[in-house]
């Protein structure tokens, strides 16, 4: 079964600090991958998803990008915070080419920007 | 575009009360329907799924059953206990897409 790792869990930063969180993922080959954003009292926002390396969809456009060096490894970046970046960061992947493959998320980062 | 819509929280039972979370949706297609929860300070699992109409998935003795002709996909639990207290997702995938439209969240607690 596939497995997320995400770190780090809890992270603060200062206004206009760069930005770095991972997502690796195991169990799986070619996985659909995603980075979702929760802000506090809210939904879900899918920022990114890749099905593939190099193969990377923006949502929202916004100071965050993404990339995928790996196969199974997804990383969200931006080079200066904001206030509003704050909220909780999920990874999450799916099978690959399968439109109904259910997610599978990893435990999250928790992000306050200050 | 595709959108779910879910009953706003938060809500508040008893133990052993009866449980209905409302998820409505909006596809072109023929979507697959999802039930997530959340428990606190986690990220989100799947609790259940229907890939079509009149399926009913069901989990830890949650239901929901994919009802096209009112676009409904609602939660349905008996008999709520403490440890279902958490936030609940309604989420929907369309067969020529990759993404999962979530619906906002219904936050549940159970009181002893």
């Known amino acids: 079964s596939q497995t997320i790792h995400q770190w780090p869990a809890t992270l603060v930063q200062p206004v206009g600090s760069p930005l770095s969180l991972e997502c690796t993922v195991e169990g799986t080959s070619n996985p659909n991958l995603y980075w979702y954003r929760q802000a506090a009292g809210r939904g879900l926002q899918l920022l990114f998803y890749s099905i593939g390396i190099d193969q990377i969809s923006s949502e929202v456009p916004q100071n965050l990008s993404a990339s995928r060096p790996q196969d199974r490894q997804f990383i969200l970046s931006s080079k200066k915070l904001l206030l509003s970046d704050s909220g909780f960061y999920l990874c999450?992947?799916?099978?690959?080419?399968?439109?109904?493959?259910?997610?599978?998320f990893g435990n999250g980062t928790r992000l306050t920007v200050t | 575009g595709d959108s779910v819509t879910q009953m706003e929280g938060p809500v508040t039972l008893s133990e052993e009360a009866f449980l209905t979370i409302n998820c409505t949706y909006t596809a072109t297609g023929y979507p697959s329907l999802f039930w997530y929860v959340q428990y606190p300070g986690e990220g989100l699992q799947l609790l259940l799924k229907a890939t079509k109409a009149d399926d009913k998935g069901s989990n830890k003795g949650f239901e929901a059953t994919y009802r096209k002709e009112t676009t409904s996909f609602h939660l349905e639990k008996g008999s709520v206990q403490v440890s279902d207290s958490a936030v609940y997702f309604c989420?929907?995938?369309?067969?020529?897409?990759?993404?999962?439209?979530f619906g906002a969240g219904t936050t549940v607690t159970v009181r002893a």
């Open positions: 999450a992947c799916s099978g690959a080419g399968r439109y109904n493959s259910p997610l599978h």
């Open positions: 989420a929907l995938s369309d067969r020529n897409d990759y993404k999962l439209s």
